[in-house]
């Protein structure tokens, strides 16, 4: 073994004895920000040795890599706290997740939010003690002794798991803990963190094992950073979609149906404004609507690949009919029965192939608002955000392959015209790629990403690569929407299939008269409608573009005397197309403003005896001017006033 070796560190290259650690390695020039390092890529503690030439990297603690080692270290600091005030609670997994981290305990007793308080200033002692994180290899056999002595019987089973000789233990002073790592060098690097929730979870995540106490919670690189992202937090709990979709009336979920809404009327609105809006975009962009089957025999998905690849997020029942497979009901025993559909895309190709296709026929664009079904875990479900059943602004392109990148870019344009239009500003592009289970070869994987990348380039559209992360039966292009929380939401996918229509066999006759395959283009742009209401609700604050509203006006009347005349305007705005209604109930207008403002109505219209004399109204604009005193035909231009979509 060499006893020098050769490091490079910001283009510049020096030798440095072997051993030598990464922190040495940058000569005493080193920033305080500095949490860990990539060596030839890969992350790792400044503690680490380097044994080999290499090229050595700074990771910043306010980089998206610094980040995570600096949750992932308090993490560790918050398990380290726990067990010192709760002798005999052992540690199962503290992953990092997105803006914060998370731990699983198994206590004496279950954690509540009452413990959180005490568990922080334990951390903040011991972030203060400045204690030494040190990394160290342990024979696996050890590793598993000195956790059994432990009791750390989660860990036990986690190294078990593991197939290497060889694990990684992090000590930090007289605690210890099973971890890949890397993790910062010291507790001092950690100052601004804040524990968030309490929560159960069952171990592994498998309702079948133990119920573990999961402690959520979240640190910054700043005080400043830390408090800016709770305020935040703050704001989304007030602009939660359930509580807003409480507070409108829109819709509801039950045990008796978990993970399944209730639309009431007012959410009935929304969705179908949405539908019609896509509609109309249809109508424009040329593609026909059609409805397929909610249920098929189990013989379609194992066609379509989805048994292999999608049966544990699916409904299945045996065949009502097959008498010895009704007996069997494990998943294997239902092969012959039956499934209800989560996606569309392979009874679109029944369609497809219900008749002969020819060049001329290409591309044929069909689209599908029918509802899905998905067999999602009960511990996922979360309002309109995951459900077990959705529809979906699904539509499918077949075409011939010359015509893939026009077909996109006129999908591309569909996408830029509804974020606009709902006021998502600068959505971000990604392009997903071959994920390690798919179906086809990886030349045909290769030139499928090639095509997506090139439709993006050529309508000048940045995109980043999302390695591994397309559907199996091929690569995809991600649109992502910021909203007014500063969160991305993925919504619209764009993706490109050569493997269904092979599965299916699908045809066309060509111009000269051969048979040729088509390609299916796979393209939602809202996505799942249940999602992206919630997304909207929450980036709105429920405050929606007036045409798309539940209710649109609402008329207040100030005394008895009035309620005629209230009504009489709400039922003229109703027959001149908007929803409108009159509050006649006898309670002061402060309370009837207030209800209209929980009830996010655009337009409040207030009438006492002074304007019905002259018949007039006082508008009052949940954005906008309080007070504007308006003739009836006034009031009727400005609501005809209001923008909608094209």
């Not at 798991?161 to 950690?190: A, E, F, M, N």
Request: net charge negative.
């Amino acid at each position: 073994m060499s006893a020098e070796i050769t490091v490079t560190i910001e283009g510049r290259s020096r030798i440095v004895a072997n051993g030598t650690r990464v922190r040495d390695a940058f000569d005493g020039k080193l920033g305080k920000d500095i949490v860990a390092a990539r060596v030839n890529g890969k992350l790792v503690d400044l503690s680490r040795p380097l044994e080999q030439e290499a090229t050595v990297e700074a990771v910043a603690v306010d980089s998206a890599a610094g980040l995570d080692v600096l949750r992932h270290s308090t993490a560790h600091l918050m398990a380290q706290a726990v067990q010192s005030l709760y002798p005999g609670t052992q540690v199962t997994i503290g992953p990092t997740i997105e803006d914060g981290f998370f731990y699983d305990f198994a206590p004496p007793k279950p954690f509540t939010v009452e413990d959180l308080p005490r568990i922080e200033q334990k951390m903040r002692e011991l972030a203060k003690a400045d204690l030494k994180v040190e990394r160290v290899e342990v024979p696996r056999e050890e590793a598993i002794a000195t956790f059994e002595a432990l009791g750390e019987k989660y860990k036990v089973e986690i190294i078990l798991g593991i197939p290497d000789d060889h694990v990684s233990i992090y000590r930090q002073g007289d605690w210890i803990d099973l971890c890949r790592g890397p993790h910062v060098p010291s507790t001092r690097y950690l100052r601004a963190f804040k524990l968030t929730s309490v929560a159960g979870a069952y171990w592994r995540g498998d309702e079948r094992n133990a119920m573990l106490s999961r402690i959520y919670g979240t640190a910054f690189p700043t005080k400043e950073a830390l408090e800016e992202h709770l305020a935040m937090m703050e704001l989304a709990r007030q602009r939660d979609h359930r509580k807003i979709g409480r507070e409108m009336g829109l819709f509801l979920f039950d045990p008796i149906s978990p993970g399944q809404p209730f639309y009431l009327p007012k959410g009935l609105v929304i969705f179908n404004a949405l539908v019609d809006y896509v509609r109309r975009l249809y109508r424009r962009y040329g593609f026909e609507e059609v409805i397929t089957p909610q249920i098929y025999k189990n013989e379609l998905f194992h066609t379509s690949g989805h048994w292999q690849n999608f049966r544990e997020n699916m409904f299945l029942t045996p065949d009502p009919e097959d008498h010895e497979t009704r007996v069997d009901t494990t998943t294997d025993g239902w092969r012959t029965g039956y499934g209800v559909k989560p996606m569309n895309c392979p009874g679109h190709t029944f369609i497809y192939r219900a008749e002969k296709r020819s060049y001329r026929d290409l591309p044929l664009r069909i689209a599908e608002f029918s509802r899905l079904h998905r067999a999602e875990r009960s511990g996922v479900l979360h309002g309109l955000t995951r459900v077990r059943v959705m529809s979906q602004d699904d539509a499918h392109i077949f075409c011939a392959e010359e015509q893939i990148e026009d077909e996109v870019a006129m999908n591309l344009a569909m996408v830029r015209d509804v974020y606009s239009t709902l006021g998502f500003a600068q959505p971000e592009f990604k392009l997903a790629t071959m994920p390690e289970q798919h179906l086809g070869s990886e030349e045909q994987w290769r030139q499928s990403e090639e095509m997506l990348a090139s439709a993006l380039r050529r309508n000048d559209i940045a995109f980043e690569l999302n390695p591994k992360e397309g559907a199996f039966y091929g690569p995809k292009i991600e649109i992502y929407v910021p909203d007014a929380l500063k969160r991305k939401w993925q919504v619209a996918t764009i993706q490109l299939d050569y493997n269904l229509p092979e599965r299916f066999d699908l045809a066309y006759t060509t111009r000269a008269g051969s048979d040729a395959r088509p390609v299916m283009i796979h393209r939602a742009i809202l996505g799942s409608l249940e999602r992206f209401i919630g997304v909207l609700l929450e980036h709105t604050g429920g405050v929606l573009p007036f045409w798309l509203a539940p209710e649109q006006i609402r008329v207040l009347s100030l005394s008895e005397k009035t309620e005629s005349y209230a009504s009489e305007i709400a039922s003229l705005m109703h027959r001149n197309g908007f929803r409108a209604s009159a509050d006649l109930r006898n309670e002061k207008l402060g309370f009837k403003v207030r209800a209209a403002e929980l009830a996010k109505i655009p337009f409040m219209v207030v009438v006492g005896e002074r304007e019905a004399a002259a018949r007039q109204v006082s508008l009052r604009l949940l954005r906008g001017d309080k007070g504007q005193t308006l003739t009836i035909e006034q009031l009727l231009e400005r609501a005809q006033a209001e923008p909608l979509p094209s």
